[in-house]
Each structure stands twice: as C-alpha cells, then as structure tokens.
C-alpha cells in the first residue's frame, strides 16, 4: 500500500521559517516526481515546489527564493524548507507523488503564519 505522510506544519510568526516533511513508501520513491502544493482556504490547490528524481526542480513564483524543495533518497523524505513566511503562506500543504501514472497524496499539514 503507497502512503505519502506530510509532517511539520504549524504555527509561526511572519518572518519566520518552517521545514515540512514529506515520507512516501519505499516502492513510490525512484522514478518519480514529488511535488508541495497547497490550499487556503475558500481558494484552490496550487503547486509551491517540485522536485524530480533527478533533482530539477521548479517553483511557484509566489515562493521564488523563499522556499527550498529538497530530497533524501536514503530516506524516502522530500522536504520543504520555507524561509521568510508571510500571512499568506498559511494554508494546508500537502505532498504529491507522482509515479508511472498514478498520483498519490498525503493528509496535509497546516500551515498558519501570523501577522
């Protein structure tokens, strides 16, 4: 069974920084493309950061230099390194992984960022 878990949300002041954490199963790991997206709410899904198994990567204008999208293979992690938050940061951030087709997600994790 592929199970994607998201870890490390939270709440924080603006200006301040996070590391989210994204664990898939270990038979989902090679081969595929790992994304960050998130949802506010009232607003739809958008994607932050993505990351191949070859380490390219691409962001989100709206995150360009403040947020890091990085993986460990040896430990089946991808992590989301977000510097600089600011209020509409805050939403729920949830992982993807895409692999031959399929696209499993995780539950999510909030994200609140104070003014």
């Known amino acids: 069974q592929v199970q994607v878990v998201e870890s490390g949300g939270g709440l924080v002041q603006a200006g301040g920084s996070l590391r989210l954490s994204c664990v898939a199963s270990r038979n989902t790991f090679m081969n595929n493309v790992i994304g960050w997206y998130r949802q506010a709410p009232g607003k739809q899904r958008e994607s932050v950061a993505v990351?191949?198994?070859?380490?390219?990567?691409r962001y989100a204008d709206s995150v360009q230099g403040r947020f890091t999208i990085s993986r460990d293979n040896a430990k089946n992690t991808v992590y989301l390194q977000m510097n600089s938050l600011k209020p509409e940061d805050t939403a729920v951030y949830y992982c993807?992984?895409?692999?031959?087709?399929?696209?499993?997600w995780g539950q999510g994790t909030q994200v609140t960022v104070s003014s």
């Open positions: 990351i191949t198994s070859g380490g390219s990567t």
């Open positions: 993807s992984v895409s692999r031959y087709g399929a696209i499993y």
